[in-house]
């Protein structure tokens, strides 16, 4: 699962994973253990109706945690804004494609699934590890998609979802989902 970039309020070392602190482990730290302990926060609707769209139908705990256990969970821009609505510059998305190969270099996913339609899919890389996919039409709505290739020649699927945050309904994209799975 593919994210744009984590929100934490800002701070002066913002990027710099050197004086980070806290904030360097806050995928793993402040978000997947909070969703593994099943507290909840303001964020976390996010992630419950995300993992609904991957099953298609509500989740307890358990089916939460088999879940988030099952897949991988990366925030693209390598520098977290500073409040919910923010879009990061051009310049931090060209600034985070290296690590972003680097971790599909790592993962090797089967299937990318993106959070956030428009803007990421105008941002992610293109280039010669890019090949685009023909639009998946699902029920009259155009779904975009493509392939990045990884350092060992496999292709990885890429499908573009809706940021379940906002304006998201589970059930519709379970059913784009399931196409891919």
């Not at 929100?7 to 909070?34: L, P, Q, R």
């Not at 089967?110 to 685009?132: C, F, H, K, Q, S």
Request: aromatic letters at 14%.
């Amino acid at each position: 699962m593919l994210g744009e970039a984590h929100i934490c309020g800002g701070c002066e070392s913002c990027g710099k994973v050197e004086d980070a602190g806290e904030c360097a482990d806050f995928t793993t730290t402040n978000c997947m253990d909070v969703i593994m302990s099943g507290e909840t926060d303001r964020w976390t609707g996010t992630f419950h109706k995300f993992e609904k769209s991957l099953v298609g139908h509500d989740t307890d705990l358990e089916e939460s945690k088999k879940i988030w256990n099952s897949v991988a969970f990366y925030n693209y821009v390598q520098k977290s804004m500073d409040e919910s609505r923010t879009q990061p510059d051009w310049v931090d998305f060209r600034d985070s494609e290296d690590a972003f190969f680097e971790v599909l270099d790592e993962i090797q996913p089967d299937l990318i699934i993106v959070w956030g339609v428009t803007r990421m899919y105008d941002n992610m890389p293109g280039g010669e590890r890019w090949r685009a996919g023909e639009d998946l039409d699902i029920e009259g709505y155009k779904v975009k998609n493509g392939y990045y290739r990884l350092s060992n020649g496999k292709e990885a699927r890429v499908l573009w979802v809706y940021h379940p945050s906002a304006g998201y309904s589970w059930d519709w994209w379970n059913k784009v989902i399931k196409t891919e799975l």
